[in-house]
């Protein structure tokens, strides 16, 4: 019981080192939201022609090195987020905020008619243009269509 307890404290003194670093909050405006939107439509659009350049171009700087090459990112999609790749329907829900990153959330209807929100962490590059910079699926559960 005593290692466990100094196990506990040595993670609870090194724990804060080993989480991500919060983006600093940032003020979205009305004029974001629509770019935000745009953004993450247009993303989806290349997704449904398989425009591999298209898509990858709207990710940010560290998506991109992540995955290095387009086609790399594509066929990421393809296995592991298929809602996001060919989603039956869209809708826009509200923005919110996760870690720092403004945060789209959208209803997506996915090929089995499972309802699926993505949430999009947005983060404003260097140049001043909105970029994706994470993507995270969450079933809604009970609801299928």
Not at 61 to 66: L, M, N, S, V
Request: hydrophobic share 45%; glycine share 4%; aromatic share 10%.
């Amino acid at each position: 019981m005593r290692c466990v307890r100094c196990f506990l404290k040595f993670l609870l003194a090194f724990l804060p080192l080993t989480l991500p670093v919060k983006a600093q909050q940032m003020e979205v405006t009305d004029s974001d939201r629509l770019i935000i939107r745009s953004v993450i439509t247009s993303q989806l659009e290349a997704f449904q022609k398989d425009d591999a350049e298209g898509a990858f171009s709207f990710a940010s700087a560290e998506i991109q090195a992540q995955f290095g090459t387009p086609d790399n990112f594509l066929r990421m999609v393809k296995a592991a987020y298929q809602p996001v790749h060919r989603p039956r329907s869209v809708m826009f829900e509200n923005m919110t905020t996760i870690e720092g990153f403004p945060a789209q959330q959208v209803l997506l209807l996915d090929r089995d008619g499972n309802l699926i929100r993505a949430l999009y962490l947005m983060k404003k590059q260097s140049q001043g243009k909105w970029k994706i910079t994470g993507c995270y699926l969450v079933p809604v559960k009970g609801e299928t269509v």
